[in-house]
């Protein structure tokens, strides 16, 4: 009975059983069960040649095809030469970048541009570690609560960054970091005293030295790194809590809540790449998407021949 | 059949002839082999290529372009400057700036600014036509957008300090700007500026 029981092949028998009981073919021979027949092996097996090798041919074929008709058909032209005294303008990355340059509009730059993706790819990179659950594995939309999740977070997300791109238009809407500084100034630079301006007096005694320098560094800390750095989070822990006030009944799942986030994150990266790409002009303000100003190429190649 | 074959080729031990010195022919070099000879050509291309390695990592601490930028200039006087102006100096990569301090009396003063931006390094330009709170003119970074008053404070977007500013020495009507003494800050101060006559 002992040597029945002990599996022969590398999968255990405990497994081997669940996996059969969920119709997925096994072909490992135990001791138990019959030794698998070539024929069987044959029959579960799908050749490289021809099956997949066509499959890649279509696409590279396909993929060349594509490729020679944007070549011939959209007109690309290469600026001039580099200038380093002249940046143009707007001067913004390859349109796969502009999700993080929209990003750098707003923050700090080591915040936007080293902490926010380092923290965003661990977390997806984390996923797997967080969602535990076997439930609708490798199945999609395995309830029906997993797409109305996704789908209102998506436009939550949506709603709330287009809020926060348009109230961040320092020359239209609020500019957070003068507004702020001008509440830590103080006579005789301006009229009357902001209401913060006794916390820049006591850190210029100490730790800064001059109310300037408590003033510079008061700002950039508070609105460069703070502010934004609690909106964002406030802005996620909300989401889950209304997702989580919405479906109660059951109560959601881990890989419930994932899904919210997960779509979450998708609707900021399109959502940013869309504002990066079409809605910021010269000086990198928002406009329209209809309403964005070409980049004048004319003037810079003429400022590159040295006559403007 | 065939494994016996090959069992007894392996075992087939194989003749190694080693040329010496008495294999040279035609006498080109007494006492060394064709061996010796491409060995030590070999060792030798592989040793001058180390060599213009070397040289070449040793010339990058040799400064190839020594101009303008980094050394003092002298380009302007008061003269060529108003009041209100920023005027662009290519070769020193500044900005000089002319304006009323009214913490300082309303003196005229002057500050030269070094125009890379605080926040990823562009060039920042100065747009006479835009304005930012009642400030006519700002400089407005075109990579991300970051705002810097005529003084170089900077006031809205995402850079995190003022434009640097590099020393300025009056002497007489002549106005001298040392471009590699570029002075880093956290906020604009009246005492950065040089105030005039």
Known sequence: MATETRPVGGVPLKERNVAE????????SSARSRPVSPAAVEADTVQVWPHLVVIEFLAAMIFTIMLVLLGTLVNSPLEGLADADKTPNPSKAPWYFLNLQELLLHMNSALAGVIVPTVALIALAAIPYIDRGSTGLGVWFYNKR?????????????????????????????????????WLKGKPDVATEGPL?????LLASWPFGDEPTARGVLVEAIMGWTFPTVVMLTFIVLLVVILKRMFRNPPLNTSEIVIGLFSGFVATYILLTFVGTFMRGPGMQLFPPWDVPPTDYGQIILHMLGLV | MAQQLRSERTLTPRVHTRPGPEDTQGGLVEGASRRDFLRLTMLGSLGLMALGGLGAFIAFFVPQKVGTFGSKVKALTIDDIKDGDVVRYQPGKFWLSRYKEPALGNKSVLIALFWKCKHLGCTVPWKPDESFQGNEGIFHCPCHGSIYLRNGQNVAGPAPAPLDFMAITLDGRNITVD???????????????????
């Open chain 1, 146 to 182: 997993g797409p109305l999740v996704g789908a209102f977070s998506a436009v939550y997300t949506t709603v709330i960054l287009c809020v926060l791109i348009f109230l961040d238009q320092p020359t239209k809407v609020v500019a957070f970091k003068d507004t702020f500084s001008s």
């Open chain 2, 179 to 197: 471009s590699g003494k570029r002075t880093t800050r956290v906020q604009y101060d009246p005492k950065q500026a040089t105030v005039i006559g």
């Open chain 1, 197 to 201: 301006h006794w916390l820049t007096q």
């Open chain 1, 21 to 28: 009981q969920k119709g997925a073919p096994v072909l490992t």
